[in-house]
């Protein structure tokens, strides 16, 4: 029994100072294995208490369960140890220095015809528009004829077209939505819309490009006069360009309307005394206009007897260029970032 005893105490020393020695987790697990494991030595001693005589077993016992407790206990310290030691090591190495600088991020800027675009769209909409969009393949049917510009018409030489085959043609006007507008509206009901987007015609210069943007207004109704059309294009060029500027109705010609105006603005850049910008006349041509031609109502379903309208039609490419300075056209569409950049200091 003595010798039990010593035995038991032998191995708790052993392992005692085993599990001191271990550098780390895994080594204490092997610690563990080999003493207080299935087959582990303190635990074949607990297997052969059969051979002990019946006093001697608690006695055994007791002091296998108290070793194997110290033991296991020691472990856990030491695991706890080194699980603390480990998340220190772990932390050291993954800090991340929040002083140091970033990568610069490159931020993108709104493209400067973008920027006119939502200014529009945004102008009109407070006052009741809907914005509308059509196809940039065109049918004649919708560029010219529903215009009241059947073929062979001599005002379809104003515009230079891209025709695809004799019936598509890349529109070379907002005004083909107008048609569209007026076709879509089964119950013939009052319109009031801007159409904003691409049209083609074949230029290039500095102050042309063979693709350009445009925006259309519609409005249709009951007892539309030249004077909605005057205070409408009013507030538009003055919110666009400036709330002093003095406009000049001067009367022109397009199929669609009858009659017609081209607008003028006075020149923003001299106040109207004359400069290179308005090239000395005080005046700078900035939209198409006019009553909707009766004509173009009955082609397409709208009862001239009943209803009048107004349409106006403008170059989003020369508001632009007039708002911010722009003095060649194709810059808009050659996406040099040193062009554009200059854009995103709007945004601050
Ligand atoms: N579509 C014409 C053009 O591109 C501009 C225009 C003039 C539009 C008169 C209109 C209008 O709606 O009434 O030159």
Not at 56 to 65: D, L, Q, T
Not at 106 to 114: A, Q
Not at 235 to 254: A, H, I
Request: glycine share 8%; net charge negative; charged share 30%.
């Amino acid at each position: 029994m003595e010798e039990k005893i010593n035995e038991i105490s032998k191995l708790k020393e052993e392992a005692l100072s085993e599990v001191n020695a271990a550098t780390n987790a895994k080594e204490l697990d092997e610690v563990r294995v080999k003493y207080l494991g299935k087959k582990g030595e303190l635990t074949s001693i607990l297997r052969s208490m059969g051979s002990l005589a019946p006093e001697e077993r608690p006695v055994i016992g007791g002091k296998v369960n108290e070793a194997r407790d110290e033991i296991d206990s020691n472990i856990k310290l030491g695991e706890e140890k080194f699980a603390k030691e480990e998340l220190a090591r772990k932390l050291k190495e993954e800090t991340i220095d929040i002083t140091l600088p970033s990568t610069k991020v490159k931020r993108g800027s709104k493209h400067p015809l973008n920027r006119i675009i939502e200014e529009v769209e945004d102008l009109f909409v407070s006052m009741g528009y809907d914005v509308v969009t059509g196809p940039e393949l065109e049918t004649d049917e919708y560029c010219f004829e529903r215009l009241n510009l059947p073929k062979g018409h001599p005002a379809r030489d104003m515009q230079d077209s891209f025709y695809i085959t004799s019936e598509y043609l890349l529109r070379t006007q907002t005004s083909a939505v107008q048609a569209r507008t007026m076709m879509a509206n089964e119950e013939k009901s009052p319109i009031r819309v801007i159409c904003p987007g691409k049209t083609y015609r074949r230029d290039d210069d500095a102050t042309h490009s063979h693709q350009f943007s445009q925006v259309e207004g519609l409005v249709i109704d009951k007892n539309i006069s030249l004077a909605d059309l005057k205070g409408t294009l009013e507030v538009f060029v003055r919110k666009m360009l400036g709330e002093n500027l003095e406009l000049r109705f001067r009367p022109s010609y397009f199929p669609f309307t009858e009659p017609s105006y081209e607008v003028d603005v006075s020149c923003f850049k001299c106040g109207g005394k004359g400069c290179n910008l308005c090239k000395q006349t005080g005046w700078i041509e900035v939209l198409g206009s006019g009553m909707v031609h009766p004509n173009v109502l009955k082609m397409n379903g709208y009862d001239p007897d009943k209803y009048t309208g107004f349409a106006f039609g403008t170059g989003l490419d020369r508001l632009a260029m007039f708002k911010y300075g722009i003095t060649d056209i194709r810059l808009l569409y050659q996406n040099d970032v040193r062009f554009l950049n200059q854009f995103d200091r709007l945004d601050r």
